[in-house]
């Protein structure tokens, strides 16, 4: 049965604003996350099956594609997880206001940046 | 408390408790991908690193079923594929993490 009410959110009808960038990046860096979490599941259990199939995983992680690949990641769950804070501060009822709004969503942007350079070097202990 | 209220808590509060979990895994993901083999099967099974990611993975299917069944709810307008889409996803949501404890609590 097809349904008749509108779909939202007309990302091809409005004028894009930071909110609206922040927003469906939100999406769709949550949508990346969960199939990079399901191939994180696929590797430990491929972990599970020996040393041999390591191999594989191996050459993959110490390649160049490999190592894009993870900054990716790491990208797309700091920008998740600095989206995720905002979503649940508004959820409280703050940063409503036009300003605050195009604010915490440049926060979210560059902040994502930033994070990811952070998480990097903590987790390669470079401080 | 109606059924969309009740969908809207749990994304809240599994929101909540994703963040620290995912700042706890992409940490030790960074310092662990390239290296060994036994490195690699101790953090995903052994000790309390194999029980948070276990946690994690439970948590992050739970959030993303309930997140992603709300972009169908966006963007599917035939009802019976959306019904389609969110009985495969909620499954997937439930096999997948499910296997791999499964798998990883058994090495």
Redesign the interface.
């Known amino acids: 049965m097809e349904n008749k009410r509108p779909l939202s959110p007309h990302i091809q009808i409005y004028r894009w604003h930071i909110s609206s960038l922040v927003s469906i990046s939100h999406r769709i860096t949550g949508i990346i996350n969960i199939i990079a979490i399901t191939l994180i599941c696929f590797l430990a259990c491929v972990l599970m099956l020996g040393e041999e199939s390591f191999k594989i995983i191996e050459i993959f992680f110490n390649s160049v594609f490999g190592k894009f690949i993870i900054l990716g990641i790491t990208w797309s769950f700091s920008f998740q997880i600095l989206s995720e804070i905002r979503h649940l501060v508004m959820d409280l009822g703050y940063g409503f206001e036009l300003k605050t709004t195009k604010i915490t969503g440049l926060v979210v942007i560059v902040g994502s940046v930033i994070l990811t350079i952070l998480f990097y070097l903590i987790g390669k202990n470079f401080f | 408390m109606i059924s969309a209220t009740k969908k809207w808590l749990f994304l809240?509060i599994s929101?909540?408790l994703?963040?620290p979990l995912?700042?706890w895994?992409?940490?030790?993901?960074?310092?662990i991908?390239?290296q060994g083999?036994f490195e690699?099967?101790n953090f995903?099974?052994k000790g309390i690193s194999g029980f948070i990611?276990s946690i994690f993975?439970v948590i992050?299917?739970f959030f993303?079923a309930i997140?992603?069944s709300e972009?169908f709810e966006?963007?599917?307008?035939?009802?019976?594929i959306k019904n389609v889409a969110n009985k495969l996803l909620y499954l997937s949501a439930v096999v997948?993490?499910l296997?791999?404890i499964i798998?990883?609590n058994?090495?």
């Open positions: 809240k929101g909540a994703l963040v995912m700042i895994f992409i940490l030790n993901f960074v310092a991908y390239n083999y690699l099967v995903f099974s990611f993975i992050a299917f993303s997140s992603i972009v966006d963007y599917i307008g035939d009802e019976q997948i993490p296997i791999t798998l990883i058994n090495i």
